[in-house]
């Protein structure tokens, strides 16, 4: 048997790695935790932190270090399908609002917490390889800045090394759900554009974006398209934007009478499971899950992954519970978890119209203050499409807008 030097060594360190080192280090192992990047730093990625990551960071005791940053709280979300809009609150009890952190402040708060809850952080260090004996990883090989390569070992490497994760790549899990990329997003933000604690998203015919406000008293605008038309709009991406913005006048003239701060940046992701552990390897946030960001989930997946799988790895590091059992415990959360959003993610990424009983549906949502709330809590992760769209509350929503329409 290899000596290990570590319990656990995760590979990156934004969303789901900085969470998962702090937790295990806060339980008393001995954690590395390393990125090639360097903290405080961006990341292609927008930033809309729903309820369920603000109250992570509550549980976690790191909400007051956000708060503090002076990062405006969202207690509104509004989504306009053109006819007619849905606005209501998304909070739950424990997390009434959300946030939308730039990647530098929330990212950088998370290293920052690792470090403090005792992991061993090294910013600047890139993987190279990792390492295995016998078909199980015992760790990993790759050189900091100054460029001299090292071996590290531990009972379990983490891959939250994000959607492009060298962990995943070495290990071949199986992967299975698997969608290609919907939609491409683009993304700038925005000066003079005040958004009053709301989150504003716009459904048209094969568009949509959203707007948001985030640090710096700026405006986040994301849009997007169909990935088939990737190719044919990347020569015009400014012009395709703000075409798009006009099929919402009111909004348009908002945008027009702002400030442009930032250049555009854009991508498109595919949509995936993977299974999460094997001999001596785990994977959480992007790295063993991905899907499309026009429901922005994913941080506070990376965040739940991070819980789960840390609470999983002290289980299995302090013997109540064998590897294979607590790590299959935790693919079995996230799955039923996270299987009603991810289907509803898919289906909205293709920004094709609503089926009819959907259509009849929102429009029943529309004006009843607490469908509208329930509505704004499932696209905030909060509450399960599946309890949502049950044949009960659809029931109950439909009838109250029969009677109203009757009276
Ligand atoms: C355009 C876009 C918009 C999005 N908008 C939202 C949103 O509004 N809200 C939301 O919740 N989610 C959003 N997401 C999703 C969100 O960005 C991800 O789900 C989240 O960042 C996942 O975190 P992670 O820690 O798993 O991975 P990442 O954030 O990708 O972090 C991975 C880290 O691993 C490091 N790394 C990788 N390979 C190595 C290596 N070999 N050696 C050392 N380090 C390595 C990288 O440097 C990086 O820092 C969006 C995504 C995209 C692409």
Redesign the pocket.
């Known amino acids: 048997m290899a000596e290990h030097q570590y319990d656990a060594i995760v590979?990156?360190?934004?969303?789901?790695?900085s969470p998962t080192a702090m937790l295990l280090a806060r339980k008393g192992h001995k954690v590395l935790v390393?990125?090639?990047?360097r903290f405080p730093s961006d990341?292609?990625?927008?930033?809309?932190?729903?309820p369920p990551?603000v109250a992570a960071l509550r549980r976690w005791g790191l909400l007051d270090r956000l708060t503090a940053t002076g990062c405006p709280p969202i207690d509104t979300y509004a989504f306009d399908f053109g006819p007619f809009t849905i606005s209501g609150a998304p909070g739950a009890e424990d997390a009434p609002v959300a946030y939308g952190p730039r990647r530098t402040v929330l990212d950088k708060l998370l290293v920052d917490a690792a470090s403090e809850g005792g992991a061993e952080v090294r910013e600047g260090?890139?993987?190279?390889e990792v390492v295995t004996d016998d078909g199980r990883v015992t760790g990993i090989r790759?050189h900091g800045r100054q460029g001299r390569t090292v071996t590290e070992r531990a009972q379990v490497v983490v891959g939250?090394?994000?959607?492009?994760?060298?962990v995943a790549r070495a290990v071949r899990p199986q992967q299975y759900n698997e969608k290609p990329q919907l939609l491409c997003?683009y993304?700038t933000y925005w000066s003079g554009l005040p958004m009053d604690g709301r989150f504003e998203t716009y459904v048209r015919p094969d568009r949509g974006f959203a707007a948001w406000p985030t640090h710096d008293d700026l405006t986040l605008v994301?849009g997007g398209w169909p990935f088939a038309e990737f190719d044919a709009t990347k020569r015009d991406v400014e012009g395709n934007y703000l075409k798009m913005l006009e099929m919402a006048p009111s909004f348009a003239e908002r945008v027009h009478a702002a400030t442009r701060e930032a250049r555009f940046v854009?991508?498109a992701?595919p949509n995936y499971f993977r299974k999460p552990y094997g001999p001596g390897w785990a994977l959480?946030?992007?790295?063993g899950y991905?899907k499309d960001?026009i429901t922005?989930?994913?941080?506070?997946?990376?965040f739940r992954d991070a819980e789960l799988c840390a609470t999983a790895l002290d289980e299995s590091f302090s013997g109540a519970r064998p590897f294979d059992v607590a790590m299959g415990g935790y693919q079995a959360t996230r799955d039923a978890q996270v299987l009603p959003m991810y289907e509803l993610t898919c289906e909205f990424a293709t920004l094709a119209p609503p089926p009819p009983e959907l259509q009849q549906l929102l429009g029943a949502v529309h004006g009843n203050q607490e469908a509208m709330d329930g509505f704004a809590r499932v696209m905030a992760g909060v509450t399960s499409p599946a309890e949502f769209f049950s044949k009960d509350n659809v029931g109950r929503i439909m009838s109250r807008a029969g009677a109203a329409a009757h009276a």
Do not use: K, W
């Open positions: 590979v990156g360190a934004r969303c789901a790695g390393v990125d090639r990047a990341t292609v990625s927008t930033h809309l932190l729903h990551g260090f890139t993987v190279e790759g939250a090394d994000g959607r492009h994760s060298l997003g993304y994301i854009g991508t992701v959480v946030g992007d790295a991905n960001f922005a989930q994913g941080m506070h997946d990376a």
